[in-house]
């Protein structure tokens, strides 16, 4: 029993230090971001002596961030709650009414898994063009609200809501619309608040379709945007990693906050009911 | 009464299906369409172009980039796919084994990273390996008795990316492999250690087979995904040095977007599309075989 002890023990010091290695580059990332410039490059010094935070003050003040944050925030919101509206009354049209074509859809929403969206940059671009749309944020939009898992995981859940439940409703003079937005959305919020917070981290995250369509530097979103100040004003890691920081936080806060929606969400999408 | 309930009915399902279907159609079906369409013209990539039939596939075959992108593009999945799988089970039979809040911390840790923006991963990663004052230098120069800009060495680009990568997208896999490793009955460990079993052979004979289906559905997801390599070679190392990092996705953006050949960008589009497609079905079939069983 004691030599088991001492394995576990074993074990465990060897994850923790496997996980500070592993997290290592983050927390270098912000100690450098609270470093003056001239300690930066000044050898390795593990934790900062004084704290300097003129880089995020830089970054704020002397960056389009604000700008950038304002349009991250704007887009990630408007694609999420498009995304999440459109499919959910379509995931409750498959799951709950009968009517012609019904298979049809549900078949062509499982076969568009496969479309690899980055193939499509090229004709999506040419028709935001046609519709006068690059450079805008309609542009960022409007080709990310298509994401065919939210539709089938919608109607996997509205599948499992009890039949009854239904039944009363209906007897009780609903219609269908109220039937979902009073019966089985209340019902269904974990997976709405799971899969909202997934598709935010992910329009946020999202770097080749905005690089594409922004060609002003003040309507790019942070993701893109970060890019832009190394190119402008040569290397300067302190205040590169501010940025880096600052681009990061919202869905870092969002993740820790959230994780066990996060967690959820990664198994549903990936096929894994959790 | 009856056929009107049902129109009623019918009426209600498109309303509810109208927005999904509309976009669906304008922002997605619309644009695979286009996209065949435009890979048998010699279309620029703005205004129209005019049909030349297979011209672009035999050009792309002729086209050395595109075999260099196409060697590439397999290069990083094969220094992908199966190390970040295996890094990723390795990791997650670590975490099962821990509890409570020890075990919710280390699994922030190694999670973090998937969470972050590519361009942020990219940039810590630029300073963490800069070659003049990169905290991972002293490493480098420890084996290779060198200090290396890694990024624009091509033998240590491609690699080097594939780190970034691993390091980047490995959380998903853990997550995946530590609800795997929940479900498996503790019994059967119980059982196996009562007759005698090592930790080695409870791996061999019960872990692994009862995970070997997550393990195929990690790996054919990473395969899908890193056939799609763009953002992290474009923001490290522009495909370089000497085309020794192009990928499949950047000989469509150049094509397109810097030489203005949307016709050729689409062909190229095309055949990475068909290539992903194929990937997928085998997925599809693996998914449909593991809900068989």
Redesign the interface.
Known sequence: MGNMKTG?IL??T???I???A??F??Y??IV?SIKPEAD??AG?IFLPETIDISSYVWALLETNIVRWYINSIGTSVLITV?VI???M??G???SQ????G?RA?FLIVLA?????S??????????M?KFGMVDSWAGII??Q??IPVV?IVYKQFFDSVPRELREAAKLDGC???QI?FKLYLPLNWGITAALSIITF?MA??N??WPF?VITSEEMMT???G??QV?DAFGVK?AR??A???M??MP??IA??IF?RR??QA??LS???K? | MRPKSKNNKTLTAILLIAPFVLCYLVVFAYPVYKMFAMSFTDAPLIGEGDWVGLENYVRMFQHKLFYTSVYNTLYFVGLTVVPNTLIGLGIAMMIVRLNGMVQAGILILFFMPYILPVTVVTQIWQWVLDQQFGVAQPLIEAVTGKRISVFRDPLWAMPMVALVTIWWTNGFNVLLFISALRNIPQDYYEAASLDGASRFQQFRRITWPLLWPVTALVLTLQLILQLKIFDQIYLMTQGGPFNSTYVLLQLVYREAFGRNQGGYASAVAVALFVLIVIVSVLQYQLLKARGKS
Do not use: K
């Not at chain 1, 009414?97 to 012609?100: A, D, E, K, N, S």
């Open positions: 576990n074990l465990l060897f994850t923790v496997a996980a500070c592993w997290a580059p983050l270098w990332a450098t930066v490059v390795t498009v509206m459109i499919s009354m379509c409750y049209a498959l009414i009968v009517f012609p019904r859809l568009s898994f496969m479309v690899p980055q193939a499509l940059v090229v004709s999506q671009f040419i028709l063009h409007l080709p609200v298509i539709v219609s269908e619309f979902l981290i946020w995250n770097f080749l594409l942070i993701t893109v970060i890019t190394g890691y590169d990693m940025i880096a920081v681009a990061a869905v870092a993740y820790l994780q996060v967690t990664i198994m990936s096929g894994i959790g």
